[in-house]
């Protein structure tokens, strides 16, 4: 069975960081490009992140660019983001999610059960 | 405000059809770009419903179906059931943002 697990979220104060991990298991992660997708509450969704197999080519939203940072060890099966200069904005559950198809006709499938970040003081 | 426009809401009587549309700017779906659905019951993570605009992931019933034109796209459900109620997203390619966008979401009420 494909699952992807997420951790790491918890209670930043703004300016902080804060490091997201997910763990994929039951596919050969080394081939598919990944993703990170978040949601703040009560909202919609919002992709953030796409990293290729061989972490050769990664996009951002513009949202997060210049403050997050996107990675993987596939020795691992992990993939992570590392979130600097946290705002109150970036608020949300982040989701690890697997991006199938082809470039950029990409879909997002399947998901993690995410993990919740608050930024507050 | 997302970049692909959905309804806010939509309901429906059990039995019925709905759809929900999903309409674009040039840049995204008016560009080629394929359309996917997804289904997030609330409190749970996404699901894929219909990815390249019309074909159904193994598991997903053939009450949902998705199709595309050159300016919209559409979900529908038809034999609405009381588990259909959930919130829906579309999704898609943006080549102006240079990234992928999801529209705002539709809440399904199957009253």
């Known amino acids: 069975e494909v699952q992807l697990v997420e951790s790491g979220g918890g209670l930043v104060e703004p300016g902080g960081s804060l490091r997201l991990s997910c763990v994929a298991a039951?596919?050969?992660?080394?081939?598919?490009?990944m993703s990170w997708v978040r949601q703040a509450p009560g909202k919609g969704l919002e992709w953030v992140s796409s990293?290729?197999?061989?972490?050769?080519?990664?996009s951002y939203s513009d949202s997060v660019k210049g403050r997050f940072t996107i990675s993987r060890d596939n020795a691992k099966n992990s993939l992570y983001l590392q979130m600097n200069s946290l705002r109150a904005e970036d608020t949300a559950v982040y989701y690890c999610?697997?991006?199938?198809?082809?470039?950029?006709?990409?879909?997002?499938?399947?998901w993690g059960q995410g993990t919740l970040v608050t930024v507050s003081s | 405000q997302s970049v692909l426009t959905q309804p806010p809401s939509v309901s429906g009587a059990p039995g019925q059809r709905v759809t929900i549309s999903c309409t674009r700017s040039?840049?995204?779906?008016?560009?080629?770009?394929?359309v996917h659905w997804y289904q997030q019951v609330p409190g749970t993570a996404p699901k894929l419903l219909i990815y390249?605009?019309?074909n159904r992931p193994s598991g997903v019933p053939d009450r949902f179906s998705g199709s595309k034109s050159d300016t919209s796209a559409s979900l529908a459900i038809t034999g609405l059931q009381a588990e259909d109620e959930a919130d829906y997203y579309c999704?898609?390619?943006?080549?102006?943002?240079?990234?992928?966008?999801f529209g705002g979401g539709t809440k399904l009420t199957v009253l």
């Open positions: 999704q898609s390619y943006d080549s102006s943002l240079s990234g992928w966008v």
């Open positions: 390249g605009n019309n």
């Open positions: 039951g596919f050969t992660f080394s081939d598919y490009r």
């Open positions: 990293i290729i197999s061989r972490s050769t080519s990664i």
């Open positions: 999610a697997r991006f199938s198809g082809s470039y950029p006709y990409n879909w997002f499938d399947p």
């Open positions: 040039s840049s995204n779906i008016g560009a080629g770009y394929d």
